[in-house]
């Protein structure tokens, strides 16, 4: 059967949310699009805005991946605020949000006060009190490679509730199927089931 990949850079995938590069233009397939804090430009941030919000379609799912990242040039602030103005696009168009986020956890809970939408991390890897201080602020955790070899990843899994969770493949190349299996064995779910429940999720934040 076809697993929803909540988050992938592939234009071959229908079932799933392709994550749209700076600059590019909407494939015919359901995409998220954002500033990533990594492609931040200052000298040309507007420019960056402009193309965001002139490429909103009616295939887009999800504003994103933007976010905070300790890894990335921007000043956190100049970061806090272009993850802020894409709050509220999402705010706005009544999107949820996609977030990268790298050690800046608790900043990222502090800004969600902000947003109307749901907000989702993508590719989460973190441990269980991580985790557990985002499902307290209602946050929605994506899951990639990563959960097939880590252990404290698969513990962390255990105690998120079935309804929080999405899985993805990110840039990473491999069967989201494994991925699926792997989830199921965790949850002692059906691969098909667990299927079905994270296409349930999805509708769950695409009607905010």
């Not at 995409?31 to 990594?38: L, Q, R, T, V």
């Not at 490429?55 to 802020?84: H, P, W």
């Not at 705010?91 to 907000?119: D, G, T, W």
């Amino acid at each position: 059967m076809d697993f929803f990949d909540f988050h992938h850079h592939k234009k071959n995938i229908s079932l799933g949310i392709y994550n749209l590069d700076l600059n590019g233009v909407p494939a015919d397939v359901p995409y998220s699009i954002g500033i990533h804090p990594k492609a931040i430009n200052l000298s040309v941030i507007e420019k960056q805005f402009q193309w965001l919000e002139s490429n909103i379609t009616e295939k887009c799912i999800a504003i994103g991946e933007c976010g905070l990242d300790s890894f990335a040039e921007a000043d956190l602030k100049i970061q806090e605020e272009v993850f802020l103005r894409q709050i509220r696009i999402s705010n706005e168009i009544k999107k949820p949000v996609i977030i990268h986020c790298v050690r800046k956890f608790y900043e990222v809970i502090s800004l969600k006060k902000y947003a109307e939408q749901p907000m989702i991390i993508h590719g989460f890897n973190k441990k269980g009190r991580i985790a557990e201080d985002l499902l307290k602020n209602n946050f929605y955790l994506s899951f990639g490679k990563a959960v097939l070899y880590n252990l404290s990843l698969q513990n962390t899994l255990k105690i998120i509730p079935l309804d929080k969770i999405f899985l993805e493949t990110d840039n990473d190349d491999f069967n989201i199927g494994d991925l699926y299996l792997k989830v199921s064995e965790i949850k002692d779910i059906s691969p098909e089931d667990l299927n079905k429940q994270i296409l349930e999720n999805l509708e769950t934040i695409k009607n905010g």
